[in-house]
C-alpha cells in the first residue's frame, strides 16, 4: 500500500515511515523542504513536494491511504496550530475524499473530543480546539478514518504494549513513547476492528495487536 505521511519529517513521523517500510508498506514522505529528502530516502520513503497550508492533491494522488501525523510544534503561535493542525488536517482531508483514498489515519491528541480539554490553558486551549475540529471533519467526510488520540508522547523505546479505549481517564500514567504511538497509526491502516473509530491511546500491559482488535 502507498501510504502518504503527512508530518514525515517530524519524531513520531519519521518513526511512522520506518514502521510502514517495516510492514511491507511504500511511505510516501510529504515534506515542504527538498533538504529533508535525503534523510527520508535513508529511511526507506520516497519524497513529495507539498505543504499542507496550500494545495496538496499532487501528492495525495500517488497514495492509496494518508496518515497525518504534522503538527505546527510547540514554537509556534495561535495562526500557525490553526493553520496546520486545524485548516491543513481538512485540507487533506478534503482532498483524500476527492482521491478516493482507502483509509485516512489521524495522529489527534488525547482526550481531544472533549470540548473542555485544554480549556483557559491559552495554548493548548487552541491546540485541542483545532484538534477536535479536524478530528470531527474527518468523521463527518465520508472516508473511511482512524483516529489515534495518544496521551503524553516520550522519547522512549517502544514498549509493544497499549492501553486503548474510546475514553481513558486521566486519573493515570497517560504517557505512550511515540514509537508505540508509530506502531499503532500504522497497524491502523489495516486491522478492520479500528476503522470509522476514534480512541484514547496510552502505555498499557496488552500487545499492540490485541489491543487494537479488542477495541
Not at 510502514?20 to 513536494?49: M, N, S, T, W, Y
Not at 485540507?91 to 478516493?100: C, F, P, Q, S, Y
Not at 483516529?147 to 492501553?163: M, S
Amino acid at each position: 500500500m502507498k501510504v502518504l505521511v503527512a508530518g514525515a519529517n517530524g519524531h513520531t513521523g519519521r518513526l511512522v515511515v520506518r514502521y510502514l517500510k517495516e510492514k511491507g508498506h511504500e511511505p510516501l514522505a510529504l515534506i515542504r523542504d527538498e533538504k529533508q529528502a535525503d534523510a527520508l530516502k535513508e529511511l526507506g520513503a520516497a519524497p513529495v513536494i507539498g505543504d499542507l497550508e496550500k494545495d496538496v492533491t499532487d501528492a495525495v494522488k500517488q497514495a492509496d491511504a494518508v496518515i497525518f501525523a504534522a503538527g505546527s510544534g510547540s514554537k509556534t503561535g495561535a495562526d500557525k496550530t490553526i493553520a496546520v493542525d486545524q485548516e491543513g488536517a481538512k485540507r487533506l482531508v478534503d482532498t483524500a475524499k476527492k482521491e478516493n483514498i482507502q483509509h485516512f489515519v489521524m495522529l489527534s491528541a488525547y482526550n481531544a473530543d472533549d470540548p473542555n480539554q485544554g480549556k483557559g490553558q491559552g495554548s493548548m486551549e487552541t491546540y485541542y480546539e483545532a484538534k477536535r475540529k479536524a478530528d470531527e471533519h474527518l468523521k463527518q467526510s465520508g472516508l473511511s478514518y482512524t483516529i489515534v488520540r495518544p496521551g503524553a508522547l516520550l522519547h522512549e523505546e517502544k514498549t509493544g504494549k497499549i492501553e486503548a479505549a474510546e475514553h481513558i481517564p486521566d486519573d493515570q500514567n497517560i504517557e505512550i513513547s511515540r514509537e508505540d504511538v508509530a506502531i499503532v497509526l500504522v497497524e491502523s491502516l489495516t486491522e478492520s476492528n479500528v476503522k470509522n473509530k476514534s480512541f484514547d491511546l496510552i502505555k498499557g500491559d496488552k500487545p499492540i495487536e490485541e489491543a487494537l482488535r479488542h477495541l
